[in-house]
């Protein structure tokens, strides 16, 4: 009997636990684990000591994946220990360990990328950690085999940043390519101006809080303002900000982020892939980084066809269709990208602007 091949899922936040879980379900025929991110040595020990929960590779990040893997009954092996894998699929190139760097790798975009700043130039060109740089340097790696990305404005992006152009494979991205599932909840609330906060203080980053929700209260000008707070930030100190700023508002850090922004009529942020969401569905969004090429980057609206994607792209690599992404025999991107033909277009290409 043929040996099943096996493939092991490096996850994240819960956003990049449940894209793995997706699409895992998209290769039955392979037997897949999975485990939380890590690192090697320095950055292992910090991790295991506490001085990493702000990231995933620790603290409310790493228990939400952990509590996901448990309640899904999905089976782990913690740092791929285990086992000798024929393909490991990770949403984040930014810490690569050692021991899947002689491995196939398939990366998958999670969603936005951080704005450059200095600390992408000197990673990129100094060679300081990529992580420090945080996803501005997503791709930079170039250790592995094929970058799935969300949208040909990403690639064009991606290209831009320094990614080769042939290691790059249009896909679409699980989360974000069905957004208008997202407008059947029962959440209660209906037409107001959402506000999803970031954890950029959490992680070391310059935030002025009181002028982010003045501004919102200014944009809301008299509608009801609902808060969406980010699942790492400070419950207790976001939600007295709000209140002395913006009373009135209401402060939600657990309700389902997708559906408020399918029930809001104007959505506001600031570095945040949700924005994505918003302008999926043709709502009135505000953010930092420029709102054309937020239309330009919005991931593709396939129907929920980007784990499946993606995992013809896996078994592309397993049978050996990539060479490191340099060279292919065959070239199942373009085959990809053939098949679906006027339809992998981002979902504000031809709607209406606010």
């Known amino acids: 009997m043929k040996q099943r091949r096996k493939i092991l899922f490096i996850c994240g936040s819960l956003n990049q636990t449940?894209?793995?879980?997706?699409?895992?379900?998209?290769?039955?025929?392979?037997?897949v684990f999975y485990t939380p991110?890590?690192?090697?040595?320095?950055?292992?020990?910090?991790?295991?000591?506490?001085?990493a929960d702000f990231t995933v590779l620790g603290g409310p990040q790493r228990r939400n994946t952990?509590?996901?893997?448990?309640?899904?009954?999905?089976?782990?092996?913690?740092?791929?220990?285990?086992d000798d894998y024929d393909l490991v699929v990770t949403c984040s190139d930014l810490i690569v360990p050692k021991n899947i760097r002689d491995k196939k790798v398939v990366l998958v975009q999670e969603g936005m990328t951080d704005p450059r700043n200095m600390f992408?130039?000197?990673a990129k060109y100094c060679g300081l950690p990529r992580y420090l740089a945080s996803t501005?340097?997503?791709?930079?790696?170039?250790?592995?085999?094929v970058f799935?990305?969300?949208?040909?404005?990403?690639?064009?992006?991606?290209?831009?940043?320094?990614?080769?152009?042939?290691k790059i494979a249009v896909t679409g991205i699980p989360n974000f390519d069905n957004c208008a599932e997202y407008l059947k909840n029962d959440f209660p609330h209906k037409g107001y101006v959402l506000v999803a906060t970031s954890d950029a203080r959490e992680t070391f980053k310059y935030e002025n809080r009181k002028a982010f929700i003045l501004k919102a209260v200014e944009i809301a000008n008299g509608r009801q303002l609902i808060f969406k707070l980010h699942p790492n930030e400070n419950v207790e100190r976001a939600t007295r900000e709000?209140?002395?700023?913006?009373?009135?508002?209401?402060?939600?850090?657990?309700?389902?982020?997708?559906?408020?922004?399918?029930?809001c009529e104007t959505l506001i942020t600031r570095f945040s892939s949700v924005v994505y969401v918003g302008i999926a569905l043709g709502k009135?969004?505000?953010?930092?980084?420029?709102?054309?090429?937020?239309?330009?980057?919005?991931?593709?609206?396939?129907?929920?066809?980007?784990?499946?994607?993606?995992a013809r792209i896996c078994r592309s690599v397993m049978n050996g269709d990539f060479y490191n992404g340099s060279a292919m025999m065959k070239n199942p991107v373009r085959k990809l990208e053939k098949s679906y033909k006027g339809k992998l277009v981002p979902a504000m290409a031809k709607g209406k602007k606010k």
């Not at 894209?19 to 025929?29: F, G, N, S, V, Y």
Request: glycine share 6%; aromatic share 12%.
């Open 18 to 31: 449940t894209m793995m879980h997706q699409i895992a379900k998209h290769l039955p025929e392979c037997e």
């Open 37 to 51: 991110y890590y690192a090697d040595g320095f950055l292992q020990f910090m991790a295991e000591h506490g001085f």
């Open 66 to 82: 952990e509590r996901y893997l448990s309640e899904n009954n999905l089976p782990v092996d913690f740092k791929g220990q285990n």
């Open 120 to 122: 992408y130039y000197l």
């Open 136 to 145: 501005s340097t997503t791709g930079l790696s170039d250790a592995y085999n």
């Open 148 to 166: 799935c990305v969300a949208s040909e404005g990403y690639r064009d992006h991606f290209i831009r940043s320094g990614v080769r152009p042939e």
């Open 242 to 263: 709000i209140n002395k700023w913006a009373p009135g508002a209401l402060v939600y850090s657990t309700a389902n982020t997708n559906h408020l922004i399918a029930n």
């Open 284 to 310: 009135e969004v505000y953010s930092e980084f420029d709102i054309e090429e937020l239309r330009r980057l919005t991931p593709i609206q396939n129907g929920c066809r980007s784990a499946e994607n993606i």
